[in-house]
């Protein structure tokens, strides 16, 4: 089963299209676990322990556990075990080197962490990306157009017909030949979504920046699922695992994580 | 003292242009460092001992430690306990993400790691690059024209003035207001390291792709550093690390760093 079947069939089987993004930082998780041997991978697995039943996948930030130091490596490692099977784990990576280097990058994601996916960078070009496509079971997320202001500074850099996140969608598409590239445009920009779409119909969509950073739900899901309202994945983080940082931190963010699974749901079945 | 001036004056006092990247890979390290409690710590220390006299900064690759796991973090950490004051260490991690997310990977590598600088790739604009700029002691080398094949994907994407990577090259020059700014441009673009030097008068590049990679050492030079033949740092990981995997690899190493520092140096003083 190649990437992007088993996205399909997990997604399917999960009834949904939720990602959580996991951002954990020490200075915003609840004071509670504060006390706990470690208290990001706790907070780890509550939510995971909770959230589970509405997602098809989790994306850890890579970031989060770096700046750990080398705890955070370990941590991350258990928390990726209370990942039950059938949900999707992507690395929030946006890696990328020369492909020497993003071989060894593709190593310690998809074969140390065991991740089902990365996200990457495209700048590098082919050679950077290819090291992390040879396995058709493993997925590529490359990003394309990013949810944050500064991605008017490159991304919409114009040859006279196009903006650059359209020539990377087109390039990314002519690298699927296994069936195991997506890519990523954030919610910020619904029009751009469409563009997308209509550039790469046969791609999983993973579209980040709706919730805390403000982009539109219902245009960003009407505009990257495909024709059958499937193959997209839309994250939110902090508007979920953050939602309280009280006792109820957990049932809180299940709470956030099954409406918006409903509120996707319900745009889907419009299609 | 900025970044700027930092990489000026200890590359001064070293009368030295050369980098060393430290890409250690269990396979290719001498065979007699294997039963050492930590072999990629041992072939580290073994490098920096030998070959810190002729070169101006080390530039370990996150991905050659990210791959070995949990442990890679603590190997990178210690190994840069070896790197003496006065010696420039720059993390080549490529990172990037939006502001919220490039905040903690700042933390990561400035704060904990104490790194004096590290790569970046710009493709999500200035909130990505924003964070790691605010010390002005540390550095922050950004992607412009990369020494691999694939910098033919993107980088030359062309607005009808100007390349992308010319536009990334303009943009850090706007980004420089705290002089910690620098640029990476590969040997391989010989004629374009002359245009960024143009565009960019007052900002370090560091070289990648002399050595192994195939890039024009005499150009590169020529071409990369100012008028006062200054201001450029050249990346050679493979061409010294690798030079013998015998017993005589840190004896070999040295060597290749002193005639690498040499050759530079030599190339400088005709400007």
Redesign the interface.
């Known amino acids: 089963m190649t990437f992007n079947e088993k996205l399909l069939a997990w997604s399917r089987q999960q009834d949904s299209l939720v990602c959580v993004g996991l ?1 954990p ?1 020490l200075g915003k998780i609840p004071g509670l676990l504060l006390n706990q041997a470690d208290p990001i991978l706790a907070f780890g697995k509550a939510i995971i322990a909770a959230t589970h039943p509405y997602v098809a996948a989790y994306k850890p ?1 890579l ?2 556990y ?2 750990l ?2 705890t ?3 941590t991350l ?1 258990q928390t990726l075990k209370f990942i039950p099977p059938g949900i999707l784990k992507i690395a ?1 990576a ?9 071989r ?2 593709a ?2 994601f998809f074969d ?2 065991q991740f089902d996916a990365i996200t990457v ?9 290819a090291p992390f496509l040879e396995d058709e079971t493993r997925g590529v997320f490359v ?1 394309c157009l ?10 919409y ?4 017909s196009q903006n ?1 996140f359209q ?2 969608a087109k ?1 990314v598409v002519q690298w699927n030949k296994k069936a195991n590239c997506g890519l990523v445009v954030g919610a910020t920009h619904p029009e751009e979504l469409r563009i997308v779409r209509e550039l790469a119909p046969d791609l999983p969509i993973l579209v980040p920046g709706i919730g805390v ?1 403000g982009g539109d739900l219902e245009l960003s899901v009407k505009y990257s699922t495909n024709v059958h309202g499937e193959l997209a994945l839309f994250n939110s983080s902090r508007g979920i695992i953050y939602r309280s940082n009280q006792s109820d931190f957990a049932e809180q963010a299940a709470q956030a994580a099954a409406e918006l699974k409903t509120a996707i749901n319900k745009i889907r079945s419009q299609k």
């Open positions: 951002d930082e930030n970031a989060f770096e700046v130091g080398k955070g490596w370990e490692e929030d946006k890696r990328g080197d020369i492909g020497n280097t993003s060894l990058y190593k310690a140390y962490f960078n495209p700048y590098l070009g082919y050679d950077s990306v990003l990013t949810s944050n202001p500064g991605s008017q500074d490159f991304q850099f114009n040859d006279g650059l020539q990377v390039k950073q």
